[in-house]
C-alpha cells in the first residue's frame, strides 16, 4: 500500500533567489515573486529556511510579503549557510527554491566592493606615476641645452 501525500498550493517558488554576503555577519537576499498557478492566491508571506556549519541550527524567518530582499544579519564569521525561500498563500506554503550556498566573510576580511575600490585606487595612482615618469623621460628626450 502505498500513500501519496499532495500540496494544493497555488503558488511556485520564488525566482531568481540569490545572496550576497556583505560582511562577517550578513547576507542580502533577493527574490522576485513566484508564479501564480490557476486561481492563485494572494502571498501571505515568505518563508525563509537555513542553517549553518558552525552550530548546525535549523532556522525558520516568515518575511512580509510586501518585500522582495531581506538582510540576514547577527550571523557568524566564516561559517557557509544553506538557504532557501518559499511562498505562503491562505492554501499553504509553496515549493521552495533549490538551497544556495554562501560563506560569511571572516573578521577583518574586506568586502569585494572595498577590495574593487582599493585595486582601482592602485591602479590610478600606479597609472598617474607612469605618466609622470613617462612625461619626465619624455621631457629629457626632447629638450635642448644652451
Request: charged share 15%; hydrophobic share 30%.
Amino acid at each position: 500500500m502505498c500513500v501519496c501525500v499532495c500540496l494544493l498550493t497555488d503558488v511556485g517558488p520564488p525566482r531568481n533567489f540569490e545572496g550576497e554576503v556583505r560582511s562577517a555577519n550578513s547576507i542580502q537576499l533577493t527574490w522576485t515573486e513566484p508564479l501564480s498557478q490557476s486561481g492563485g492566491g494572494s502571498i501571505e508571506s515568505y518563508e525563509l529556511y537555513y542553517n549553518d556549519t558552525h552550530f548546525r541550527q535549523n532556522v525558520r524567518v516568515t518575511i512580509s510579503p510586501t518585500y522582495t530582499t531581506y538582510l540576514l544579519s547577527d550571523l557568524t564569521p566564516a561559517t557557509v549557510y544553506h538557504l532557501r525561500l518559499a511562498a505562503r498563500t491562505s492554501r499553504g506554503e509553496g515549493p521552495s527554491t533549490d538551497t544556495i550556498q554562501l560563506q560569511t566573510l571572516d573578521y577583518g576580511q574586506p568586502h569585494a566592493y572595498l577590495l574593487t575600490y582599493l585595486f582601482t585606487d592602485l591602479l590610478i595612482r600606479h597609472s598617474i606615476t607612469i605618466v609622470k615618469q613617462h612625461y619626465v623621460y619624455c621631457t629629457f628626450l626632447y629638450s635642448t641645452s644652451i
